[in-house]
């Protein structure tokens, strides 16, 4: 063979070979991830995916997701023009148009109902994509509408409103610096390779772990104590962790004198939760509840790793989520290094240490000078506390209602109906809007549904800005041209900016020169960072000294630390608004709701995170897909399948007083007898059409994801 070929064949970059190396970062996961890409382009086109080396965050690495990179970007369910509907919602008929007429119909449409009805009317929503968030948010704002919306009405927006009520500032787990972990309710090693690194190192310097989860996961077996809980008892478990803090005198005594609100009440609530009361509630054993609590308290620096989700799905999330944070004041581990530590985000909820523009920029007009939001008036603490967006799981109530004003359009970035609650009942509220838009990548199901359907395209072929925790930023160079005739989020939203005739000038000014204005305040410009195309330290991180509130204060009401909040204390009265975190059970649990515990015996668990499946992003792939070549199936112990006759891959029926699914079983021990857990988002086996649309957290309006109840028949054998 000559060498030249060997070199191709091999795939190696040289002049002679005409293979070149471009860097970008992979955003299947978005956005705590964002590992670094080294990508193989020949002719254009990408033949070979490698982690890069030079990103701090990911050194080299990819998971299962990313190594399929390729079959992502050419994937063949990928849009390739902007298309119009032209048979009934759902049966996918469409015809191409071209980009002018797509934005000047969707312009045209979204303005005269602006004359119409006001342009709260029209609805601008993100899935979980999220690098285009800032401009799709100013977008909103300058076109008058407050409804900016996004899938974080699902996800860590509860966790951070939980933090706020007792903080402020939410203060995320130093894992670098941290001697004892309390991981509550996360699953690393499957959801954020960058956490379960930072836990092995962790390890072995000696750090402490403790995991609650129901399940036994990777996590979990890398765990000094493992507290094994029902679904949605987490409050019960704080407390009683509390219990055993102040009663064995373990507390910060100086900073609850000093610096917290309503600490004798909450003292007096916990003597309620003794740990055999807490074993009782959430049956994890009370030797251990103890054990974990004098682990947590002793070992200083300690922090919490909350999740975005798996609390926060719960009818009682945020009253459960308060009553863990608190123990961070009562240990004295906030805001310290090693504890719960304070970054202030430089763009998209990451910290780089560097001070930018990214508020005045989504945010150009008042919250006052806007109609109110989606879910604003079911969810006042909602409003009083989440400055980012409108409550979106609130949207299909909304549109059905008309109340209080019509919502007449919505445009959707990767708009994915399935991911609601009564998801039926969420796509038959799209069908209800005047005007439907969504902007994918790939032709979904919920794109069949849309008026106009836009294409965009992937990570490796645009710029977008990044900031990382650990002081880095990058802007990405496309590795290649947008596919077809896709277009990346951001040009969308500003040729829309354009068609729609706002009076913006920062739109006008264009994208690039958008992120040099929010980059302005920390001297780093998009013409440094184009020259570093794999990313760069920031120059000058900002100091960020430990307990900031010492100078400033808390940012909650009482300007200390609340165990008992003073926002919910203003709602007191309505259900579910107490200012202690008030433990209660799942609404539909064996505690809370026991006759319909008879009929319905399981506890239904969703949504746990697989390592090669991201929501409903990777289903499509090959590889990804042929590591969990029986799905989609749901999770079922073997003893319970033993009991009802059940083996492997048989088809069982799950249902709910709402509805019922045909899916295969997967045997496992990874879950507790008694517990039947489904993955959410697969359109041959739709979990999410099984909860009601108002199954949720009263103070949040999450939907309890994680705990309702259901039956489980046996339908056939494999
Ligand atoms: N591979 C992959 N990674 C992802 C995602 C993905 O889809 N795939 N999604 C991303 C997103 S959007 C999110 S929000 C994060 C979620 O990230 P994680 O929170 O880490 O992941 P989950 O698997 O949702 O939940 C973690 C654990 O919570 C446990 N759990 C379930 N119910 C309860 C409960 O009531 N109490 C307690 N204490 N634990 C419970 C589950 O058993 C599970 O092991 O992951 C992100 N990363
Ligand atoms: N039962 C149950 N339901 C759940 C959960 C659960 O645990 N249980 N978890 C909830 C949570 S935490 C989350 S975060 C949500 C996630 O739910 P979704 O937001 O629905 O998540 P995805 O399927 O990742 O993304 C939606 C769409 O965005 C498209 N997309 C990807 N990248 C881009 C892009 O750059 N631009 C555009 N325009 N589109 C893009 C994808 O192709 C996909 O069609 O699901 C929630 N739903
Ligand atoms: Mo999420």
């Not at 902007?82 to 996918?92: E, I, N, S």
């Not at 004798?264 to 974990?292: C, H, M, S, W």
């Not at 409108?390 to 019509?406: K, N, T």
């Amino acid at each position: 063979m000559k060498d030249v070929q060997r070199l191709l064949k091999k795939k190696i970059p040289t002049p002679e070979t005409g293979i070149e190396i471009r860097k970008s970062i992979c955003t299947i996961c978005d956005p705590r991830t964002q590992c670094g890409l080294d990508l193989y382009i020949k002719d254009g086109k990408i033949i070979k995916v490698e982690g890069s080396e030079e990103n701090p965050y990911s050194k080299g690495t990819l998971c299962s997701k990313g190594a399929a990179t390729r079959q992502y970007v050419y994937n063949e369910d990928r849009l390739k023009t902007p298309l119009k509907r032209t048979g009934p919602r759902g049966a996918g008929k469409f015809e191409q148009i071209s980009w002018n007429e797509a934005l000047e119909t969707i312009a045209a449409g979204f303005n005269d109902i602006k004359n119409e009805c006001g342009p709260e009317s029209v609805a601008f929503y993100s899935g979980y994509a999220k690098y285009f968030r800032p401009y799709l948010k100013r977008l909103a704002h300058s076109f008058g509408s407050p409804n900016y919306i996004s899938e974080s009405s699902v996800c860590y927006q509860a966790t951070a409103l939980s933090q706020k009520l007792v903080f402020g500032r939410p203060g995320g787990p130093d894992l670098a610096n941290t001697n004892c972990l309390l991981v509550w309710s996360s699953n690393p090693f499957y959801t954020n390779p960058g956490d379960a690194r930072a836990i092995l190192k962790g390890k072995e310097r000696g750090m402490k772990l403790i995991v609650v989860d129901p399940r036994e996961t990777p996590t979990t077996a890398h765990a000094d104590i493992h507290l094994q809980v029902r679904p949605g008892t987490d409050g019960a478990l704080a407390l009683s962790m509390a219990y055993v803090i102040i009663n064995e005198k373990l507390y910060d005594q100086d900073f609850t004198s000093n610096h917290t609100y309503g600490f004798e009440e909450y003292k007096e609530y916990v003597q309620l939760f003794t740990p055999e009361k807490g074993e009782e509630l959430t049956g994890a054993p009370a030797d251990k509840i103890r054990a974990a609590a004098r682990m947590y308290a002793s070992f200083k620096p300690a922090a919490i790793l909350p999740s975005a989700s798996s609390v926060v799905h719960h009818t009682n999330g945020v009253q459960n989520y308060r009553a863990i944070f608190s123990l961070v004041g009562l240990t004295g581990n906030y805001d310290i290094i090693g504890g719960n530590y304070v970054k202030t985000p430089s763009f998209l909820h990451r910290a780089a240490f560097i001070r930018t523009r990214e508020h005045e920029f989504v945010q150009p007009k008042s919250w006052d000078d806007m109609p109110p939001r989606i879910g604003a008036d079911r969810f006042p603490v909602w409003v009083d506390v989440i400055d980012e967006e409108g409550q979106a799981m609130q949207l299909p109530y909304h549109i059905r209602s008309g109340e209080p004003y019509p919502i007449k359009a919505v445009i959707g970035f990767g708009l994915n109906y399935r991911m609601w609650p009564d998801s039926k009942g969420m796509l038959d509220s799209l069908n209800k809007l005047d005007f439907f838009v969504n902007v994918d990548i790939f032709m979904t199901e919920t794109c069949k549904y849309a008026d106009i359907v836009l294409p965009t395209c992937t990570s490796v072929e645009l710029s977008e800005l990044r900031c990382y925790d650990l002081g880095y930023i990058i802007y990405t160079q496309p590795a290649i041209p947008p596919l077809y005739d896709s277009r990346p989020a951001a040009d969308i939203i500003y040729g829309l900016a354009n068609k729609l005739g706002l009076d913006d000038s920062l739109f006008k000014a264009g994208y690039e020169a958008g992120i040099d204005w929010i980059l302005e305040p920390s001297g780093i410009t998009l013409t440094e960072l184009k020259k570093h195309p794999s990313g760069m330290f920031t120059p000058k991180p900002q100091q960020l000294p430990e307990k900031k509130y010492l100078k400033t204060g808390f940012k909650t009401p009482s300007g200390k630390m609340e165990f008992k909040s003073k926002i919910i204390e203003k709602y007191e009265g309505r259900p579910g608004f107490e200012a202690l975190p008030v433990y209660k059970p799942p609404k539909f649990s064996k505690e809370a709701a026991p006759e319909l515990a008879k009929e319905y015996p399981f506890i239904l668990n969703t949504g746990s995170r697989l390592p090669m499946f991201i929501h409903t992003r990777t289903y499509r792939l090959t590889w990804t897909s042929s590591l969990r070549p029986n799905f989609p199936s749901v999770d079922i112990n073997s003893e319970d399948a033993l009991r009802l006759g059940i083996k492997q891959d048989d088809v069982i029926r799950i249902s709910t007083p709402k509805d019922a699914i045909e899916v295969k079983a997967n045997l496992t021990q990874m879950i507790q007898p008694g517990i039947i857990h489904m993955y959410h988002g697969h359109p041959n086996a739709d979990v999410n059409l099984l909860f009601e649309g108002d199954y949720f957290d009263p103070l949040s309006g999450y939907p309890g994801f994680k705990a309702a109840l259901c039956k489980v028949e046996k339908v056939s054998e494999r």
